[in-house]
Each structure stands twice: as C-alpha cells, then as structure tokens.
C-alpha cells in the first residue's frame, strides 16, 4: 500500500520550514523573501508577500504554481472559489477580511488546526507577511509567523484545494509509516495470512521498531 499524502498537507510541510523567515534588507525585502517573490508570476520584488508565500509552499511540495502563481489574495480567491468550503479542517487555505479592502482578500494563511468554530472561529495557522503578535501589521507585518485567531465567521473565508502530492516519499513521517504499515498487515491478515506468518515479515518488524502496537 503505498503512501499518499494531498498536495496542500504537503504544502504546509513545507510551509512549517519558513516559520521565522522575515524582511532582513528593507520593506518586503530579503535573501529568502526575495526568493518566494521570485516563484510568483509578479515581476520584481518589493510587495506584499502573504500569497506569495502560500505559492512558493506549494511549488516546493507539488512542482506547480498555486493559482496560477498570483502574488494577489483577491486573486487567489477567485481562483479558488470552486473549492470553497464553509466549515475548515487542517491545511485549508484561510483569506482573512481584516477591514482593508472590502472583503476577506486582505491576508490569507494555512490553517493547522481549528481550536474552536462556531460564530467564532479560532485557528492556528501559519502566514507570511504578518505579525509575530496582536501588535502590527498583521497583514503586512514582515515575517512567517506561527498565529492563533479568533475570528468572526464572516470575516473569513476557507478553500479545500484538491489533489495528491506527486512526491508523497518527501513526507512520509514516522506516524504515517506506522499507519500504512498497519493497513498492509491487516490487508494480508484479511487475506487469510496466519499471525506467526506475519511476524515473520519485513513489514511486521518494520512496523514494531515503529512503535507498532
């Protein structure tokens, strides 16, 4: 049984990897911002950088642009109406309505979990472009941070976009390995293979060195 992992979990693994990152040389300037500017199809360099991010997550796991590699969240809503969704789960897109511009396109961010929904929603995500705390900027702030909302329900909207990493083996972690190993011995268990026969195998020692319980 071979591993799989969506494109956006994988996305936000790479994501994780950019927590910290933040303008070094000026406003919305940096050796590693300027890289994520230079994965969007914006030329130059020098803007607000929060889609940016998401895009640059998501060509490093999948090797394809998001949303057509925009720089804009406006945009990138757009794009992604068609996988709307109105309750979140981890790894969905989250574009944030903070009073700048007239809807939920002024901040978007990858949501890792949801601590509470409701009216209110609160959501640990993780953004580029934003503040490390309350103070701020929090759409234009100057780093990737870790954050915690608590957000009004209809000051955000949630996008589920679909698809399977097509390099799974990146992202395979301890706990993912244990599963699919489980799965594979049960399959064969089903299939009729005796338990002293499947202690036997590569898969079974595998799975115990793992944890396997």
Not at 19 to 38: L, Q
Not at 134 to 139: C, E, I, K, L, V
Not at 150 to 155: E, I, L
Request: aromatic share 12%; proline share 4%.
């Amino acid at each position: 049984m071979a591993f799989t992992i969506s494109k956006r979990e994988a996305s936000f693994r790479e994501l994780e990897k950019l927590v910290g990152v933040s303008e070094t040389t000026g406003p919305n300037r940096g050796p590693i911002v300027d890289k994520i500017e230079a994965a969007d199809s914006l030329d130059g360099n020098g803007y607000s950088w929060c889609q940016s991010t998401q895009n640059y997550a998501w060509v490093l796991a999948n090797g394809e642009l998001l949303a057509f590699g925009t720089a804009s969240v406006w945009a990138f809503t757009k794009w992604a109406a068609r996988y709307e969704v109105t309750r979140p789960y981890a790894f969905d897109f989250v574009t944030f309505d903070f009073g700048e511009s007239g809807g939920a396109f002024d901040h978007v961010g990858q949501v890792e979990k949801v601590l509470q929904f409701g009216s209110r929603i609160v959501l640990q995500t993780i953004e580029g472009n934003t503040s490390p705390t309350a103070a701020g900027s929090q759409s234009n702030g100057g780093g990737v941070y870790r954050k915690t909302r608590t957000v009004d329900a209809s000051k955000v909207r949630f996008f589920r976009v679909p698809g399977l990493c097509p390099h799974p083996a990146r992202y395979e972690t301890p706990a993912h390995e244990r599963a699919r190993l489980r799965a594979v011995i049960l399959a064969k268990r089903a299939a009729g293979a005796t338990w002293a026969t499947l202690r036997a195998t590569t898969a079974w020692k595998r799975w115990k060195a793992l944890g396997g319980k």
